[in-house]
Structure formats: structure tokens, C-alpha cells
């Protein structure tokens, strides 16, 4: 009797544990299951997006539900190609490509919803080290620019024309490279200056192929650099998708803040695994130093006038586009 007793409390204390673990299990697979799948397309993979990693990392798009995969564009063009194409849920670059495409007349246009950084992320990196850099000593020479209607390439030139040098003739600018091989380009002997964001601007110091002459950033003043966007149907479809990446992304910002580039370094260095500790440090610091991180994801009306103004003045647009058709704080404004 009392072998009986134990067998069947045995018995009890198996299947207790079976449901148990069958109970966790089924709750592990509901979690999974309740995470939307989006993709994103961000223009390049820079520091320069460091609250956005620290989003990834710290897991604040899994608590909004949200199964991100990032896909690299390599170019504002690509990416909002990729946006309208249907190849990418969300995506992440200059708010002008928003402007061209809606400009083109497409219905389905992308809408502005979330802000990411205030000032321009790239830097002029000279061949030789200058000691007392001043703008006149790019005169007559080579500069490896960026795309014609690009951001980088536009603020480039809006920084030139404050400091009274003209693009078009006093310096040779080189705009044939592509967006992801000008650094590799003036490492291996192509022109006297480059236009390059971070790590890359780091990487060639590190090498000894260039040197920091210049932050665009600092120069050319706060700017809508980087924004989040999404077709006008699929933010109609999905405003909770929207709310909650954006809920993310301002999380990343306050973290980004609020700590310091060391702690920021040790959440993100799996991001970028070929750049050292002591670099992504620097980096960090370099572009915090400088006020590019905002410290919220709305989108002001005077930084959309700003940017028409620099487009304006790059030849790239006759008339102003209205920024409530662009741009949607809504979601912004909510976030938490």
C-alpha cells in the first residue's frame, strides 16, 4: 500500500512538472507569436544612430511588440526605394527623400513620424594633419562629396557657401564614388579631403590615411538630419506598429542622454564588432560633445522650413511643400 502511495505521488509530481513546463512553454510561444515582424531600412550603419542600437540592445522594440530587422540601404535614395517598393515597413534616412517622392506626385507618399538626430554626422577629414584648420585651405582642392541631392552632400555645401567658397569652382568636388566605398576611395589615394560619418571618419585617424579637420555638424548648425518615415497607408493600417516604434526610439534617446559614452560604448559595441572599445568611445563622445542626439523624436515645422530652405538653396527645389502633408508628430508627441 504504501509502494502504491509513493508510485502514484511520483506519478503526480511528473505530471505536475509535464504541465509545468508545458504551461511555460506555451507561454514562451505566445510571447514569440504576439511580435509583429517589421523591417527597417536605415541609409547607413553609423554611430551616428546610436539611440536607435541602443533601442536594439536594450530590448525596447520587443517590449512594444515589435520583431525588427534592419536592412542597410546605402544611400537615402535605396532606402526610400526600398520604402516604397514594399521591401521595407519603415525607413531611415534624410527627410528630403521624402520631399523628392512626394514631389514626383506618388499618392502612397512617405510621411515623417519620428526624428532622430539635429545635426549633420559626418565630418571633413584632410590627408594631412592641419594644425589650425581654416576653410580656405580646401581651396583649389580635391574633396570626395557625396550624392547630388543627397543630405551629406547638400549640407557639405551649405556649410561652403557660410564660409564664402563655392562648390562649383573653388574646389574640384568628386561625386562619382559610391556612398559606401568613399572612405576605402581616399584611403587608397583619391583626393585631398573626404566627407566621411562615423566609424569611418575614426577608422582612417586609426590608420593614419587622414585626419578630422572639421566637424560639418557644428558648422552648418542644427538640422533635421535623420528621420523615420512610412508610406501613408501602412501608417493608417498600423498606427499601433508606428506608436511603438517610435515609444522605442525615444527610449533610445532619453538612454543615449542620460548616460555616458562609455556606457553607451558597452551597449552597442556588438553593433559594430570592427570598431575597438576605445574608438566607439571616441566617437560617441565626439558627436554628444556636439549636441547631435535630440532629446525627443518631434519633428519641429521651423527644421522642416530650415531643410526646404537648404534644399532651396542646393538647387534642388522650387516650391515648399507643406509639413503637415510630410510630417506627422502625432505619434511623436504620445510617445513614452
Known sequence: MKVKKLAAAFLSSVLALGVLSGCGTSKSEKETKKLTKVT??????????????????????????????????????????????GNADIGFMGPEASIYQYNEGNQDYAVNFAQLTQRAGNFLVSRKKIKNFSWNDIKGKEVIGGRKGGMPQMIFEYVLKKQKIDPKKDIKMVQNIDFANTSGAFSGG??????????????????????????IGVES????????????????????????????????????????PEEIAAVIGGQFPDVSKNDLITIIKRYKDQDTYKENPVFSEDGFALLQDILKNAGELDDSVPFDKLVDNTFAEKAK
Do not use: R
Open 221 to 260: 548648425g542644427f538640422v533635421p538630419y535623420t528621420t523615420y518615415c512610412a508610406k501613408k497607408s501602412y501608417i493608417k493600417k498600423n498606427p499601433k506598429i508606428i506608436q511603438g516604434f517610435t515609444n522605442a526610439i525615444k527610449k533610445g534617446q532619453e538612454y543615449v542622454n542620460k548616460h555616458t
Open 190 to 215: 583619391t583626393g585631398d579631403f573626404t566627407v566621411e560619418f562615423e566609424p569611418n571618419a575614426t577608422a582612417l585617424e586609426t590608420q593614419g590615411a587622414g585626419y578630422v579637420a572639421a566637424s
Open 40 to 85: 527597417l531600412n536605415e541609409v547607413t550603419h553609423s554611430v551616428f544612430y546610436a539611440p536607435q542600437y541602443v533601442a536594439i540592445e536594450k530590448g525596447y522594440f520587443k517590449d512594444e511588440g515589435i520583431d525588427l530587422k534592419v536592412d542597410t540601404g546605402f544611400g537615402a535614395d535605396k532606402s526610400m526605394t526600398a520604402l516604397i517598393s
